[in-house]
């Protein structure tokens, strides 16, 4: 089969400490510290081998992911931006959807011919945190597209137990094609769906929310705070068709953050009581949540689910007084996160089609990851087949 496989040098940065762990494995635990000189192309791979509990996907739908983007991206030396766990080379690729087409002889929940969507997120089971309930905490931890095979590709095999069904989804919308992409954005959704829920558990009906970045895991925190009732969402992005997009998925304002003090605007819009649930998705907390802080309501939230190397400067003295609290989220798996975006979007509840803004075949992969750097578009889906 192809696949776009993404290759580069394992040349740690001057000063890096390798851990015993990364030397025994060959995986970098920082990325960005590690990989360098990164070469990507769509080229042949072998076909995955399905095991007993596995089943083989034909991909129909991958979305490019902010992920991807740091991958193609470099610094000035030439390391890969990405900062978390990887391993090369390795197909890219894991917000994906497609058909089974095969299924091993120990499966039992899935049979051919079922549409899936799958987790990204590899965990064990076995270790502590996944024996507690925290499978996104996993550490022996694997992820599709970072360490082991993704979905940029004509086909990707995966254990049952990650796979969740969107016939409903399909059901729902008459299309199967359409349905494919739609469930393509599952993860991207449940992400956001975790970030605010599962983590920070939520707000109430009639809250005040906002969003800072509408790149594809905000639009997905807007069109989710809409459906759970919040009665005002204010949305903060620098691109002006991504702000376009918050509008379509359900924001009441949005703003240029480069143009409007954000806190004043929330205080305003708010009529001086600051708003209950933040959202941080931008991936930039050092400059976000000092507005954010200046714009808490009592009891409010601020939950971070864009990722950012980075230190925040944070007056808890703010967090006492309006007796607030500030929660960290990554991940997707557990807690029922892929089943309920399932539900949501097969019951009409949570529509974020219009987010989809361009497709690639795969042969143009490296193409539409380059466009993705521009930064202006929702979400760019491959179609691989």
Known sequence: ????????????????????WEQETGKAIAGNSIWRNPELGVREWPDPEVGPQEV??????CGVCGSDMHFYETDEENYILYPGLTKFPCVLGHEFSGEVVETGKEVRTLAKGDMVTAEEMIWCGRCFPCRNGYPNQCTNLEEIGFTVPGAFAN??????????????IAERLGDREKAFEVGALTEPTSVSYNAMFSRAEGFKPGHYVSVFGAGPIGLAAIGLARAA????????EISEPRRQLAEKVGADYVYDPREVEAAEVMMELSKGEGFNFHVEAAGAPQVVVPEMEKALAVNAKIVQVGR???RVPMYLEAFQVRHSQAYGAQGHSGYENFPNVIRMVASGGLDLSSIITARYGLSETVDAIARSTTRSDGKILVKPN
Do not use: N, Q
């Open 56 to 61: 083989l996907i034909e991909v129909r739908a």
């Open 1 to 20: 089969m192809k696949g776009l496989v993404l290759d580069a040098k394992w040349d740690p940065r001057p000063g890096y400490a390798l851990s015993e």
């Open 155 to 168: 086909y990707i095999a995966m254990d049952e137990k990650f796979c969740w069904k969107i016939d409903a």
């Open 229 to 236: 009732g919040a009665s005002l969402i204010a949305a903060f």
């Open 308 to 310: 950012a190397a980075e």
